[in-house]
């Protein structure tokens, strides 16, 4: 039996960070195409005024969800959704929207030693949702905000193949590790979707091992709750459109997408 035509999937992103949600939500959600979309027209985030960002943000979501009626919008950037995830909903209240947050609920679960840092944006950090999280699941635990001017930046980089300068990272991620009553940070909560590209030079330089939360996989899984799987599908193959604000990302930008079964 051949599956009735799905609605796609739309996957948001500043940039390229939202390809770690994507890969994960295809794992889960084999029966659907989606639609990669990146705001490379106003990366980096974090430079950008509130309101200025939240209107960019509704403005391209009024056009999106004209151009393309997707079943459900993931937003792959703790930036974007907590400051923009309730004015989306707000303005758009037939559309269902899966936001990104800092995964500090988890994070509070997981640590033994009670010492918990978030790295994250400087948007990210300053954000009043991202204290709320911290005051109603993690009270308990001595947490650290670390907001990272550049990391979004070197990672975009980096996932293109560019060179890494270790001190460069070492100087991001260095205020993450606290020592406290003979504790050490054990959980660091990778409040940002690009991050995870990194993790990897995260463990090769961290000054001892500690648990690098990637929160991919769980947006992936609560995507899925809300799109049920039909009794009768076919995986899709094929390549699914990925579309660029600017509408000139470069070759390496292209070549990276076609590794992840995408097409400008």
């Given at each position: ?71 459900i ?28 947050v800092?995964?500090?609920k ?51 980089a ?6 890494i ?46 648990d ?20 009768d ?21 292209r ?10």
């Open positions: 039996m051949t599956t009735p035509e799905l609605k796609p999937i739309l996957v948001f992103d500043s940039g390229i960070g939202g390809l770690t949600v994507l890969r994960e939500a295809r794992v889960l959600m084999p029966e659907r195409h989606f639609i990669y979309v990146a705001d490379d027209a106003g990366f980096p985030y974090g430079g950008w005024e509130e309101e200025a960002l939240k209107e960019r943000i509704i403005s391209l979501f009024a056009r999106l969800l004209a151009d393309h009626d997707p079943e919008c993931v937003i792959a950037c703790n930036t974007a959704f907590t400051l923009a995830g309730a004015d989306l909903r707000a303005a758009f209240p037939d559309m269902r929207f899966v936001g990104t800092p995964a500090i988890p994070a509070a679960e997981r640590t033994r030693s009670g010492l918990v840092s978030v790295l994250a944006t400087p948007g990210t950090v300053k954000r009043a949702y991202t204290r709320d999280l911290i005051q109603s699941f993690a009270s308990q635990c001595h947490v650290r905000l670390v907001g990272s001017e550049n990391l979004a930046r070197m990672a975009e980096y996932i293109r193949g560019g060179p300068d270790d001190a460069a990272v070492l100087s991001e991620i260095e205020q993450c590790f606290v020592e406290k009553d003979g504790k050490k940070t054990d959980i660091v909560v990778l409040a940002c979707t690009h991050y995870p590209f990194m993790a990897n030079v995260f463990r090769r330089l961290a000054p001892w091992p500690v690098w939360l990637d929160p991919a996989e769980a947006i992936a899984r609560r995507a899925r709750s809300l799109v049920p799987l039909p009794d599908f076919e995986p899709l193959n094929g390549v699914d459109p990925a579309i660029f604000t600017s509408g000139k990302p470069d070759f390496t930008t070549r990276l997408l076609q590794g992840f079964g995408l097409t400008v």
